[in-house]
Structures are given as C-alpha cells and as structure tokens.
C-alpha cells in the first residue's frame, strides 16, 4: 500500500478532485486527509503552535510512511481572511513550515482554482 498525507480545508467540494489528482499524480492508493478550516492560513500563521495538527501529521507518517505531504488551498475559502493571491502566497509559508517540522519528506503546495482543479503551485 503507498500513501500521500494531505493538509487540507473542510471544504467539501475540493476533497475528491484533490484526492483523485494526488492519487493520479504521485501514483499512490490512498491519501491521509487531515482537514481544518482555511488550512492553508493556518499553517502559513501558525502551525507549530497546533500541537493536534503535529500530531495528526506524525500519526500519518508513522503508521503510513506517505510518499509526501500535500498543502492545499482552494478558491472560495470560507476559512480564510485573505484574497486568492495572498492566499496562494501564503502555501508558500505553509510549505516552508511543514519541510521545517517534518524534515526529509517531499512537500508539494497546491491550488484547487474556481473549477475545482488543481494546481501545482510548489512541487516536491
């Protein structure tokens, strides 16, 4: 079994095309869906501080040993204070803060746009 550890929103309507693109695109069976809302916003501001986050993240990659760890943001975030650029940029800062805590382990940051496609904004 191969596995991707996904940080994403609660958002609904970005779960299946985001899961389908990681399992396409990394050429894994099953995905790890950790979800918060406007998850991006919170890792860029404050992801070392969410001690159930770490945890969560951990759990993943001990019991799973995923091939990489994915940051996604989406459009229409209703969790997120910020516009879709700052919002873009801040998967930046997400990024950079999960490669910190988890060493070792690809990270890719991605978008999911107004049509519920994804793209890759930082690849592993």
């Given at each position: 079994m191969s596995f991707a550890t996904c940080l994403n929103c609660i958002d609904g309507r970005t779960h299946l095309p985001l899961i389908?693109?990681?399992?396409?695109?990394y050429k894994v069976e099953f995905v790890d869906l950790i979800t918060e809302p406007g998850m991006i916003e919170l890792l860029a501001c404050g992801f070392q501080a969410n001690s159930s986050l770490i945890t969560k993240v951990q759990l993943s990659l001990e019991k799973h040993q995923p091939k990489l760890i994915?940051?996604?943001g989406h459009y229409d975030c209703a969790g997120c204070s910020k516009n879709n650029l700052e919002h873009k940029k801040d998967i930046d800062r997400a990024v950079a803060n999960i490669m910190q805590l988890f060493p070792g382990i690809p990270v890719s940051g991605v978008w999911i746009n107004d049509t519920w496609t994804v793209e890759e904004i930082i690849s592993p």
């Open positions: 389908n693109w990681i399992r396409d695109k994915i940051a996604a």
